[in-house]
């Protein structure tokens, strides 16, 4: 019922939107990753999830740096700034961006990889 009247209410249009601002937020984060030396995409985006880990230490094994990653992962929320989950892919672990929130702006989501990046050097 409440979807329905709020369909009844904004419209489709609206709706569509707001979906299509989040997934160009993440496409626009998935380039900004793409362009930073320290952090690899692990998979292609094709929805509103980024899944990326950091990799500056890439000549540390896998399970190292799945470690690392999930140190770097609890560091940014304890930072409180940006929300991360994580997911692991491959057996890679992952940081995991997801945009959902309709209030998200550009600005927000160039400040996960400067958190992201913080955090690994706080460690």
Avoid at 4 to 11: A, K, V
């Amino acid at each position: 019922m409440r979807l329905w009247l709020s369909l009844r209410y904004h419209g489709l249009a609206v709706f569509r939107a707001a979906t299509q601002k989040d997934l160009d937020l993440a496409q626009h984060l998935a380039t900004a990753i793409d362009e930073h030396p320290d952090l690899e995409m692990l998979v292609p985006v094709e929805l509103s999830a980024v899944c990326f880990r950091y990799t500056a230490d890439e000549t540390h094994a896998d399970d190292e740096l799945n470690r690392r990653n999930a140190a770097i992962l609890k560091r940014v929320i304890q930072r409180g700034r940006v929300y991360l989950s994580n997911a692991t892919l491959r057996g890679k672990f992952c940081l995991r961006a997801c945009i959902v929130n309709q209030r998200t702006t550009e600005t927000d989501v160039d400040s996960v990889i400067s958190e992201v990046l913080a955090a690994a050097k706080d460690q």
